[in-house]
């Protein structure tokens, strides 16, 4: 089993940048796909990032891409989401997910989950 804890998610303005992390427990960190989900109020959850177990390979939302960018440290298990020009559109819980190898953007393909942390980007 794969733990997952997520962090770093606030209260910021339109324009901002935040920058949230997830830390990996109970499995080789280096076996795991490793993504970002994100479930906004009102609307179903949707993929944001993904990126490969190397660290390497990486694909992202149309909404998104240019603005986020997802990166791992195999050293310390964690892998975050830096998230710049910050829309209130981008308002949603934040989820880190995990899953073996290859990485996807289906996330019924995600076996690991962790809680979410709340952003919320004021205009």
């Known amino acids: 089993q794969v733990q997952l804890v997520e962090s770093g998610g606030g209260l910021v303005q339109a324009g901002a940048s935040l920058r949230l992390s997830c830390a990996a427990s109970?499995?080789?960190?280096?076996?795991?796909?490793m993504a970002w989900f994100r479930q906004a109020p009102g609307k179903a959850r949707e993929f944001v990032g993904v990126?490969?177990?190397?660290?390497?390979?990486?694909h992202y939302a149309g909404s998104v891409e240019g603005r986020f960018t997802v990166a791992r440290d195999n050293t310390k298990d964690t892998v975050s989401l830096q998230m710049d020009s910050l829309k209130p559109e981008d308002t949603a819980v934040y989820y880190c997910?995990?899953?073996?190898?290859?990485?996807?953007?289906?996330?019924?393909?995600?076996?690991?989950w962790g809680q979410g942390t709340q952003v919320t980007v004021s205009s």
């Open positions: 990126i490969d177990p190397s660290g390497t390979i990486t």
């Open positions: 109970g499995r080789t960190f280096t076996h795991f796909a």
């Open positions: 997910a995990a899953r073996l190898f290859g990485i996807s953007t289906e996330q019924r393909l995600f076996a690991y």
